[in-house]
């Protein structure tokens, strides 16, 4: 099985239950022959720009239905100098008090939402965690004792990230099943739901909140049309398993990834270690017994290089 790595792979913003960690994880179980890979919560996109980085698919679709966040996406892709512009300005007019800067470029974000103000905003708050309030508004808190990503450092990662998904990206807002059930017999369904596995009561990271049972009835239209997919979903910290496994008739092969200290636990003054569950669809896992049968798939000068601070 290849061995690959998360080091030349940029990220364009901190975002709280990103797989930017184990992306090198999940990529040994992405197809040779990926025409599309799907992302239908994609969040920061971080498996799409590991698959990217690692030249394994031609193409690929960003969906979130938090709009905001998928029009920052689309300056990421487009304008990604026009965005580090505003960035740049964001960053230095905040001092010298970045506590209550932080919250005027807040209350702008909730009235206009403008893609720059979102960028400043993840930039600063507190792990990159998105919180929202039940009206919708964005109302995490700044992490006071830092003053976010450096201009010079952003103005980076955008115009990499820019650079390996503009051009073949397409970017949507909508339900991730009609996204996903787009998918051919060459493309990847790439999916991480919004609740992580931890609650079944609504999310404040998110702005809607999806049930187990609409998940389990989305998959099995999948499997019936045969859709290649890979769903990262429940998993264990320490002597605590998160949620409630997928059921046993969607004959998904289930497997775990080592992804390190959880940050929750040491925060706490734990040192437990978190255990992530990914889950493979049948159609998939045909295509990659079938594949394995076939000479080694991977040329490393597919990958592209690229500096980072």
Known sequence: MKAYSNLLVPHPFPYQ???????????????????????????????????????????????????????????ILERPDLLADHYDRLWLAQEPDRKEYFFKIRDAFNRSHQPHHLLYLLARIVKGAVRYSSD????????????????????????????LLAHKTQVHTGGFAEIAGTAGAKDLVYMDPPYQGTSFTRDHRYLHGL???????????????DISYIISYDGITGNKTHGK????????????????????????????????????????????????????????????EFSFV
């Open 245 to 304: 496994p997928l059921p046993e008739h969607l004959a998904l092969k289930h497997l775990y990834i080592h992804a390190g200290r959880s940050s929750q636990a040491t925060l706490l003054g734990g040192n437990a270690e978190t255990i992530e569950s990914i889950y493979l669809s049948s159609a998939l896992v045909e295509r990659l017994a079938s594949e394995a049968e076939k000479p080694v798939r991977y040329d490393q000068q597919r990958q592209q």
């Open 17 to 75: 239950g990103s797989k930017r960690g184990i992306a090198k994880d999940i990529l040994p179980h992405v197809p040779g022959d990926v025409q599309c890979l799907i992302e239908p919560f994609c969040g920061a996109g971080a498996v799409s720009l590991a698959v990217a980085a690692n030249g394994l698919a031609k193409r690929f679709v960003l969906n979130d239905i938090n709009e905001p966040l998928m029009k920052l996406w689309v300056e």
């Open 211 to 225: 049930t187990y049972d609409d998940f389990v009835d989305a998959l099995i239209e999948m499997n019936e049309k």
């Open 136 to 163: 919708g508004f964005f109302n995490q808190s700044a992490d006071n004792r830092r003053s976010g990503m450096k201009p010079h450092t952003m103005r980076l990662n955008l115009l990499c990230v820019s650079r």
